[in-house]
């Protein structure tokens, strides 16, 4: 399958076609059967590339995660404001994800790049598991983790004082731009991260 359309199948699975389970079910089945009509295209995708690639999707796999989250924070129940609340601590979740990963041997942004890797080019897996010896990439890695967590869980805290003492109506228009704001200074920021390391990466090779 070519890179391009194995690339739009990947966003159209994990992306458009939640969005359009979770649409057309939730006025008949509530939210909670909207979320869980929403996991199916990206379960049944993850199935496929175990089956096909003996490897799960790292894009599905975090599609599943936010939607998991997303159910399980329905369980703080209350109205509007409770509703915001939760949104915001979805974010913070994910955060701590990264945080978390720190701990482990392989952080969670490696998986991230080898998934990207997997799909720019037929020996990804293998370059970037080639990557992973080397110090400067290890480092870089988690350098980046450690800023999306960082900024995933400083969005939380600044989105959840602003939910809880705005009022809704404020609070349901500016929400979404403080999360689009921080999300925008994290690419950026992991954008220039990856052209230093690129950069450092070619100097290192060059000797």
């Known amino acids: 399958m070519p890179k391009r359309v194995r690339l739009l199948l990947e966003l159209l699975v994990n992306f458009l076609l939640p969005w359009l389970c979770y649409r057309w079910a939730r006025p008949h089945w509530g939210e909670m059967g909207g979320l869980l009509l929403s996991a199916l295209p990206p379960l049944l995708w993850s199935g496929w590339e175990l089956w096909r690639e003996r490897r799960v999707d ?37 955060g701590a994800a990264f ?41 870089g890695m988690r350098v980046m983790t450690l800023l999306w967590g960082c900024g995933l869980v400083l969005e939380m805290l600044l989105r959840s004082w602003l939910a809880w003492h705005w009022p809704v109506e404020r609070s349901l228009l500016l929400l979404p731009w403080v999360g689009y704001a921080v999300m925008g200074s994290l690419c950026a920021a992991t954008w220039l991260l990856r052209r230093r390391l690129a950069g450092g990466l070619a100097a290192a090779a060059e000797m």
């Not at 990207?116 to 992973?132: P, S």
């Open 58 to 94: 790292a894009l599905s796999a975090l599609v599943l995660l936010g939607i998991v989250l997303s159910l399980a924070a329905m369980a703080l129940g209350g109205g509007e404001r409770m509703l915001l609340l939760r949104e915001s601590l979805l974010g913070g979740l994910f």
């Open 99 to 139: 945080l978390l990963s720190l701990l482990l041997p392989r952080p969670l942004v490696f998986y991230l790049a080898r998934a990207t890797m997997e799909r720019q080019r037929d020996d990804g897996r293998e370059h970037c598991e080639q990557l992973w010896q080397r110090p400067l990439f290890r480092r």
